[in-house]
């Protein structure tokens, strides 16, 4: 703008008018050019991604009669082996070791939580015990996430919810559907037999739906159901999901107006989603079939490990050109050179995710899960807190474990604005899923954050 104006403080009259000769010679192929600016200008402008922003989320937090501890859950299987509603077999006192061993290692603490039916002899697996766990979550996450934004029901065009292995007739989104009598043009998906990745999926689709539908809301509900899926046989690579799954779930508002930046939590940045599926392996690791007996479960397969590694190492070598720093990306390539030409024997090099997040939410899947990542990742005590305390105050809650975390980090005061946050998650197929958020300002914890009746007990020291 200076050397502009310099230049035009020496302009003369004669040169003015030598201008204004050039215009009116040339007046068709400008006015071709400055329509042709303004046309391209308008398209970008309508087709470039528009931001997606994390108004508001809430986890469920279910009531203080369905805690559970090793305890318990250990005299209930006893009587339940008694009452002959788990089937019958000669190894009897081995798999009840073999149960309370798991629960032991598993990282759980003692105050988590089983749905109602389950806690009831005889045991309650019935339809309407499974559908009244699942539409207590949903609703509850649901009734809190419109309660804390004043958000009216009318005013969400996207719903997509996500449960792996209870999906009923209607389906749960028309559940929602149907308490909040949303409108009848909304665009609703329900998700199923996604594992516990399917929380980034469902955002990953909700996301997709904002860049088509201007201006409008979208609802994403993350649970999964255990009244219908507790596993009553002797096969113990299926008794292990018994172990480590609890109820919970979550209500994730996202907008794509720019009026909501102001009061948003988060702004999308990134998903990244990995699909293994086409390899036998990686399609069987986790798979729901029936045992010997002919009874229903999910087993895991020993090549669980190997598939979860190569399956996560995909999902790191595509997010990580995203995200990383210059400095990281260059070691990371330079590695790379060297083990390809020169010394096949080098260590791939893993970069400093450190540097691209200041909070990692790893799904709670397990113990074991959680201290691979940990190592691998080459994170701290501190980075891995939000998703160890989460397993151990509610258990693996599958898709929604990672709203999970991000509470806990809200409720401990730590998410800054600018803070970078990574969400991932592994599930069956095999899937990992990534998604990125930033934090528009210093997040505090909304109403009824999960955490605020026990906040003060965390971190615990977890006793292997």
């Not at 791939?348 to 709670?364: Q, S, T, V, W």
Request: charged share 20%; glycine share 6%.
């Amino acid at each position: 703008m200076v050397a502009i104006a310099m230049k035009a403080s020496r302009l003369s009259t004669q040169d003015l008018h030598s201008f204004y000769l050039y215009l009116e010679k040339n007046f068709t192929s400008l006015t071709m050019f400055t329509i042709s600016l303004i046309l391209g200008w308008t398209l970008y402008i309508m087709n470039r991604p528009k931001p997606v922003y994390l108004v508001d989320f809430s986890c469920y937090l279910p009531p203080s009669h369905l805690k559970v501890s090793v305890k318990k859950i250990m005299s209930h299987v006893r009587v339940i082996r008694e009452q002959g509603m788990w089937a019958k077999t000669g190894e009897h006192d081995y798999l009840m070791d073999f149960v309370e061993k798991i629960l032991e290692r598993s990282g759980l603490g003692q105050e988590t939580y089983i749905p109602e039916g389950l806690h009831c002899l005889p045991l309650e697996q019935t339809m309407a015990g499974s559908r009244k766990e699942t539409t207590d979550v949903i609703l509850g996450a649901v009734d809190n996430v419109l309660r804390n934004t004043g958000i009216s029901p009318s005013d969400i065009g996207i719903l997509v919810v996500n449960s792996s292995t209870f999906n009923p007739t209607p389906s749960l989104a028309t559940i929602i559907v149907n308490k909040y009598k949303l409108r009848d043009n909304i665009k609703s998906l329900n998700l199923g037999g996604m594992g516990c990745s399917a929380g980034v999926i469902a955002i990953d689709v909700a996301k997709s739906l904002l860049q088509v539908h201007r201006n409008t809301y979208a609802l994403v509900v993350s649970t999964e159901n255990i009244t219908q899926n507790l596993y009553l046989g002797n096969n113990k690579s299926m008794l292990v999901t018994n172990c480590l799954f609890r109820v919970g779930g979550a209500a994730v508002l996202l907008s794509n107006m720019s009026k909501d930046r102001k009061r948003a939590k988060y702004k999308l940045v990134h998903t990244v989603r990995v699909h293994t599926g086409s390899d036998d392996r990686s399609y069987g690791c986790a798979l729901q079939e029936d045992d010997e007996d002919g009874l229903v479960g999910v087993s895991l397969s020993k090549d669980l490990p190997m598939v979860a590694a190569r399956t996560l190492k995909i999902n790191i070598a595509t997010l990580g050109p995203l995200v990383l720093p210059i400095r990281e990306k260059l070691r990371f390539f330079v590695t790379f050179v060297r083990k390809k030409f020169f010394n096949p024997k080098i260590k791939h090099y893993m970069p400093d995710f450190k540097l691209a997040f200041e909070h990692f939410c790893i799904h709670a899947g397990g113990r074991a899960l959680i201290d691979e990542l940990e190592k691998n990742l080459h994170l701290s005590p501190l980075h891995v807190e939000a998703s160890r305390m989460t397993l151990h105050r509610f258990g693996n809650t599958s898709s929604s474990s990672i709203w999970y975390e991000l509470a806990y980090t809200e409720a401990k005061g730590r998410m800054k604005k600018g803070d970078r946050i990574w969400q991932i998650a592994l599930g069956s197929g095999f899937k990992c899923n990534s998604s990125v958020w930033v934090a528009l300002r210093n997040v505090k914890p909304s109403a009824n954050n999960p955490w605020e009746d026990c906040l003060h007990k965390y971190p615990v020291e977890i006793d292997i």
